[in-house]
């Protein structure tokens, strides 16, 4: 069956640090992958779009990487701060209308 | 531009009460979803819908209804509010190949 694996773990870093959560998948062959944050009591916020064609794709602090040999993208944050403390979704759309969400990983940033 | 807003914010019912929660864009977009967010098991997809006066099943229908009669809005009923309903709800809207937008959550416990 289709599956999308995040780390259910939180990942805890100090400020200034990388930030690198992964997001791998099974019996997918998507057209794209995206990440979402989502804050507490909030619904998720889109961050990036990555097409299958694409091997990486940069937004100020963001980048994300997108190998569908290994059917996986990584998520960094660069120079990460407090408020980079959130819940990040990695969601996939195949060959069908639905995007389906991983179960997000949760980032603490410390100062 | 509101962008997508959800109706209730919050509700209360006792196991057999029913209700419609409301979902509306105002982005043209095609795609509207309806999704559940439970801790521990990310968004999961209750029914979607690929345009005006179209609805489908996604990942977890049961106990659930829809209906899409305008393409601004998409409507979630529970005939027969159960326990095991008692969730934050998602709705969502996007247009072809672009990211999804969220609305702020309905929570909704069931007694």
């Known amino acids: 069956s289709q599956k999308i694996e995040q780390n259910s773990e939180a990942l805890n870093i100090q400020e200034g640090k990388t930030a690198t959560l992964t997001c791998n998948y099974t019996?997918?062959?998507?057209?794209?992958l995206q990440w979402y944050r989502q804050d507490p009591g909030r619904g998720p916020v889109f961050l990036l779009l990555i097409r299958e064609n694409e091997k990486e794709k940069r937004k100020e602090r963001l980048k994300v990487t997108f190998d569908t040999t290994l059917k996986q993208s990584l998520f960094h944050i660069t120079a990460s701060q407090p408020a980079d403390s959130a819940t990040y979704l990695c969601?996939?759309?195949?060959?069908?209308?639905?995007?389906?969400f991983g179960t997000g990983t949760r980032l603490q940033v410390f100062p | 531009n509101a962008g997508v807003t959800q109706t209730p914010k919050f509700r209360v019912l006792k196991t057999g009460q029913s209700m419609t929660l409301l979902c509306a864009q105002d982005m043209n977009h095609e795609y509207m979803y309806w999704y559940r967010q439970d801790p521990g098991m990310g968004l999961r997809l209750i029914h979607y819908?690929?345009?005006?006066?179209?609805?489908a099943k996604g990942e977890v229908p049961d106990g659930y209804n829809v209906s899409r009669l305008k393409k601004q809005n998409f409507l979630l009923g529970l005939e027969s509010a159960a326990p095991s309903q008692t969730s934050v709800y998602f709705c969502?809207?996007?247009?072809?190949?672009?990211?999804?937008?969220f609305g702020p959550g309905t929570r909704l416990t069931v007694l």
């Open positions: 819908s690929v345009g005006e006066g179209t609805t």
């Open positions: 019996n997918y062959s998507p057209a794209y």
């Open positions: 969601a996939l759309l195949g060959d069908t209308d639905k995007l389906i």
């Open positions: 969502a809207s996007r247009k072809t190949g672009r990211e999804q937008f």
